[in-house]
């Protein structure tokens, strides 16, 4: 039985469909990577199976452990273990990286989460999550803070957005501690080199899965931009 099993989901934003009958399902300790340029749905199917507010889709469903949770805020898919890393982390005033991480684990050291990222905890458990640290650094302290969580699920949108280059292993390492903690991850990207350390990809365009598959396979498609969706152009679709 898969993890999450999504079935026909169908989501409009005024009169654009963003998500079209969109199917998927991903596999216990399995990281799928969902691949697409811009504008293809990618981060509001995140914000769908997350539960936010005003992502309520039009049909369709969803099966987290085989049970629905169609009707579920977002606080009650998060004690379930579903958890998100956005695309742009949120800042926070008044609280340090410790006090923040503490919120989101049980351990009362939290150092460990900052080392799996790359951050050196001297470094950082005195900063402030707010507009003095860059948001490569808030985007490293977010995945800190899911890692805490020890998720069933977690939603990493685009997680080297705002990282440079040379710091892609990092986020790498960061995803197989997710996989060997247990946990399955949706890694959400446009980049087809980062999709290679996923178990499955999948292409995505136009709110639709076009194909699946092993992730090298599904990369060498992508970046061929050949979209059955699309006929063979780029898709720009907003």
């Known amino acids: 039985m898969p993890l999450l099993e999504i079935n026909n989901l169908t989501y409009t934003a005024g009169d654009k469909k963003i998500l079209d009958e969109f199917s998927l399902s991903i596999e216990s300790s399995e990281v799928h990577a969902l691949l697409g340029t811009n504008g293809t749905g990618k ?18 469903d969803l099966l987290f452990n085989g049970k629905t949770i169609d009707e579920l805020k977002i606080h009650e898919r998060a004690q379930l273990g579903i958890t998100m890393a956005w695309q742009e982390p949120v800042r926070f005033e008044g609280i340090n990286v410790r006090n923040y991480l503490a919120l989101k684990s049980k351990e009362t050291d939290p150092s460990v989460y900052l080392e799996m990222v790359g951050l050196h905890p001297e470094l950082y458990l005195h900063r402030m999550v707010d507009k003095s640290l860059s948001g490569g650094e808030r985007k490293r302290i977010e995945l800190a803070s899911i890692l805490a969580l020890h998720p069933k699920l977690a939603l990493l949108d685009e997680p080297d957005s705002g990282i440079d280059m040379l710091s892609t292993q990092d986020i790498i390492n960061v995803i197989n501690v997710f996989k060997n903690n247990g946990a399955s991850v949706l890694l959400i990207t446009h980049r087809e080199e980062i999709s290679l350390i996923a178990d499955k990809a999948s292409q995505m365009c136009r709110g639709k899965i076009v194909c699946s598959g092993n992730p090298g396979k599904v990369a060498e498609y992508y970046k061929s931009r050949k979209c059955l969706v699309c006929d063979g152009e780029v898709c720009a679709y907003v």
């Open 43 to 60: 981060s509001t199917l995140a914000y769908v199976i997350m539960g936010c507010e005003g992502y309520k889709p039009a049909s369709g």
